[in-house]
């Protein structure tokens, strides 16, 4: 079984297509889990209003926002399935998602998985395109984080590494590092499984935030010294720039 984690803050305009693109999976053997961590309980009549199609769902309610960090962290403690899989809730899948994605993981016996998506603005519309590398080591990771959070699947037994860190954004970047520093083959698929929403309201959409992180992810995390964790955020830079020019790039393709 697959144990499908969301976590809700804040995306009451996107979270129906999000929804319907976990109901119209043609893989039926999973859970989901969505954790609603908005200090506004506003939203959460409508999420149960247009979830009831959701095979074994759970939602679990924060009394106070938390973060998506905690809250990923609560979910995967009450998770069941064998592996794991992420949708942010302003993202969404195409229908064979898990089907393919689990089928080829155990066909190759991987026990972590992501695959290249689409990129879209607030209005649906194509903007670019992120191809997954056949395979990442740790010192790709160093480099960039080319890793969509919403196409990811990992067998569970990777938990027994670590969970997400407590901070705002990079948590799941600061999660793949600790997997690929314990020599777990990070493998990519290239199909466009997924859709991920470019949302000027997100935090992942903070560069600041995002770098202060980066650095923070490098120097309390990866444990490498002050120069060296500045050096690192710098290269992160370039290749984050590099990166959202391909990706526009790989759009005509």
Known sequence: M?????????????????LDSIINQTYKN?????????DNKDDLKYIKKISTKIPKLKIIVNKKNIGVAKSR????????????????????WQKNKLKDQIKIMKIKNLLFSHTSYLIVNEKDKKIGKSIAKKSLNYNDLLKSCDIGLSTVIFHKKLL??????????????????????????????????????KNNNSLSSNLILKFVNGFKVYYKYERKNFILSLLLTARLAVYYLNKKCTQIINLNK
């Open 73 to 92: 962290n609560i979910a995967l403690k009450k998770s069941k399935g064998d592996y794991i899989a992420f949708l942010d809730c302003d993202d969404y």
């Open 2 to 18: 697959i144990s499908v984690i969301l976590t809700y803050y804040k995306k009451k305009q996107f979270i129906k297509r999000c």
């Open 30 to 38: 999973f859970e989901t889990i969505l954790v609603y961590d908005d």
């Open 160 to 197: 027994k590494i670590a969970y997400f860190p407590i901070i705002k954004t990079k948590e799941d970047y600061a999660l793949w590092l600790s997997f690929a520093r314990n020599n777990i083959h990070i493998a990519g698929i290239n199909k466009y499984y997924s859709s991920w929403r």
